[in-house]
């Protein structure tokens, strides 16, 4: 197992990916895509895969993951990010 490339775990199907292939999510006031990865604060990374998103939306896991509610915008921003 490879020790220098960074992982993180979706939050929605829980698999491990390396950290660049996953989208990270941020709240600071609002929901924030954090495409560089480097915004402070805690943060929730997801694989983007369409089903996957479709079951975070439905049992706001984003919400429970980052302690934030999340507004109709906020999830607009999620479910855009879904990968073609
Ligand atoms: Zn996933």
Redesign the pocket.
Known sequence: MSTHTPTRM?I??R?RMEKQKLIRFVYDGKLILDAKQKHPGRGAY??G?KA?IARIMKKNTLGYALHASLSSEDKALLEGCTHE
Do not use: A, L, V
Request: charged share 10%.
């Open positions: 979706c929605g199907c698999s997801i694989c895969e996957c």
